[in-house]
């Protein structure tokens, strides 16, 4: 689409697809798009008045129509390119989203740590000091970690304040830090427990799964949640991840009842809940989820237990984070040494990202951004882990450790070689 040097003037160029340059032109935007509507109107109010009215018309009045009618004929093309430079826009808005939040380089932190004053200010520090760029929050678990508005957290008693949370978004963007706000999901023992109506159940049978686990497609848990990611994203944030968007491992299958793709329905109700939250009320929070590391490995057998269909998610969301620990694999598989120059740590990594990859496709592959581990390692499997990412095509990722210790990565990360393909400001 191609604008005239006059219209040029309206229109910011936004050919590098930063967002910043997408938000500085929505006003620009919008104002034209009420011009455009308002040319589209008037168009069709002058092609239906010109036949009718003349009759009845005075000589001045039918002249003023002419000149409408003229002025909107001349103006037709302006309206129509107004058209495709929205369409443009919206393009360049998702590919700025996602790009904003791929190469982010960042570690988790419990809602105990950030709400330790002294603690969290020297993890930022050291965040910035070793080039790393991001946290991650906990905002949601048993409880919600911050003052909410939402009724249903207050009428079950949910919420237990341990920080004020923009509070601490507004002191790590002071020091250029991205947040990120971790919400879990189906493993929801309390919500459960007060609520036995939201409990995973057999279809046919009604027989509820324990009550820790919650169908994430229930009513409640759907209003429930979508309340809390309401203030979640008010309060600033860079991005919500979602964890625990999956069922149960530690049930037999029959217990459940469901197949991977009716699991795969009822998840689905509940990221398409947080991608329109999060449009409504603040369109700039990315919405990421963390997934399990063997869908990369043979997708079909794992999709049954799991229902997390990422392949159906991925146009919902802008980041897709599998937990790519090592520790986590069966001990003597997955890796043979004698076949494999590097690594069991680099293998495991690089290989669960080149699986995600096939199966998303070249257009989803993109959002990729893994958990990596940070415990029980040395700094040589760190270094391991992280080659593996950027060698598999990703450009960021964040690293887990229960206890947030993270000295390796501190010390590892400055060392590091960032691909330039990565250097996105």
Known sequence: MFLTEKEHMLFPSCTSKKLQCVVMTAFAVLCVFLLSVQYRALAGYVQFRIPTAMPTQTEEQRQALLDVHRFLE?????????????????????????????????????????ANASFYSQTLDRLQQAGASAFVVDVKGSYVYFPTTS?????????RPLYELPEIVSIA???????????????????????????????????????????????????????????????????????YIRYPTEYAQWQIGLTGQQ?????????????????????????????????GWNYPVN????????????????IISPMAYPSTFAAGAYYNPATHPRSRMYYL?????????????????????????????????????????????????????????????????????????????
């Not at 989203?97 to 190469?103: D, V």
């Not at 057999?202 to 009513?219: F, I, N, R």
């Not at 999709?303 to 802008?318: H, K, N, S, T």
């Open 74 to 114: 001349q103006h037709r093309g302006t309206a129509n390119k107004v058209d495709a430079y929205l369409e443009d826009m919206s393009v360049a808005h998702a590919a700025a989203s996602y790009e904003r939040g791929i190469n982010k380089v960042g570690v988790y932190l419990t809602a105990d740590s950030v």
């Open 151 to 159: 009724s249903l957290a207050e009428e079950m008693k949910l919420v």
């Open 173 to 243: 963007k002071q020091k250029g830090i991205y947040v990120i706000a971790r919400l879990i999901a189906a493993s929801d023992p309390v919500f459960g427990l007060r609520n036995p109506d939201v409990r995973i159940r057999h279809p046919q049978t009604g027989v509820a799964v324990g009550s820790k686990w919650v169908d994430l497609g229930h009513p409640t848990t759907i209003e429930y949640n979508k309340q809390v990611i309401r203030d979640i994203v008010t309060a600033g944030v860079d991005e919500l991840n979602i964890d």
């Open 263 to 295: 699991k795969a329905d009822r998840i689905e109700k509940f990221v398409q809940m947080a991608r329109q939250t999060i449009d409504e009320y603040n369109p700039s929070v990315l919405l990421g989820l963390s997934t399990y590391a063997i869908l």
């Open 303 to 318: 999709l049954e237990p799991l229902g997390q269909d990422v392949i159906r998610f991925a146009p919902l969301v802008d």
């Open 349 to 425: 990594v690089y290989q669960t990202l080149k699986g995600y990859a096939e199966l998303l496709g070249e257009e989803h592959a993109a959002k990729l951004r893994p958990w990596i581990q940070g415990y029980y390692i040395t700094n040589k499997d760190l270094r391991d882990e992280i080659d593996a990412v950027y060698d598999a095509g990703a450009c960021g990722f964040t690293v887990w450790s229960a206890g947030n210790h993270y000295d390796i990565l501190y010390k590892v990360f400055p060392e590091v070689n960032i691909p330039e393909r990565c250097l996105i400001p």
